[in-house]
């Protein structure tokens, strides 16, 4: 088992940088996928980026495509979402989520994770 914990949010202006992290407790952080979902006031969750468990691949939502990216350190049980040109509209709380790596669901899907942590804010003014 693994239990995420995210760190990292704040409060920036339009077109600057964040860096959140997700340390995960356990031993075996390097057998799961890991991804990034954020939730926005009065919206339901969305799918941001995700990671496979030896970051062969990534995927990203459209609307954050060549902004944002993902990355792993296994031997330091983090994951990491580098957000570059951000937005107003990135403000919501940010979830990391762990899935066991043989999971046959697409990486978007928020059912398939079983681990998740409990969430940073980023709030970005314009």
């Known amino acids: 088992q693994v239990q995420p914990v995210e760190s990292g949010g704040g409060l920036v202006q339009a077109g600057a940088s964040l860096r959140l992290s997700c340390a995960a407790s356990g031993r075996t952080f390097s057998w799961y996928d890991m991804s990034w979902f954020r939730q926005a006031p009065g919206k339901e969750r969305e799918f941001v980026a995700a990671?496979?468990?030896?970051?062969?691949?990534?995927y990203f939502v459209d609307s954050v495509k060549g902004r944002f990216t993902i990355s792993r350190d296994n031997h330091k049980n983090t994951v990491y979402l580098q957000m570059n040109s951000l937005k107003p509209e990135d403000t919501a709380v940010y979830y990391c989520?762990?899935?066991?790596?043989?999971?046959?669901?697409?990486?978007?899907?928020?059912?398939?994770?079983?681990?998740w942590g409990q969430g940073t804010q980023v709030t970005v003014s314009s």
């Open positions: 990671i496979t468990w030896n970051s062969g691949s990534t």
């Open positions: 989520a762990a899935r066991w790596r043989g999971s046959y669901s697409t990486s978007n899907d928020s059912s398939s994770y079983g681990y």
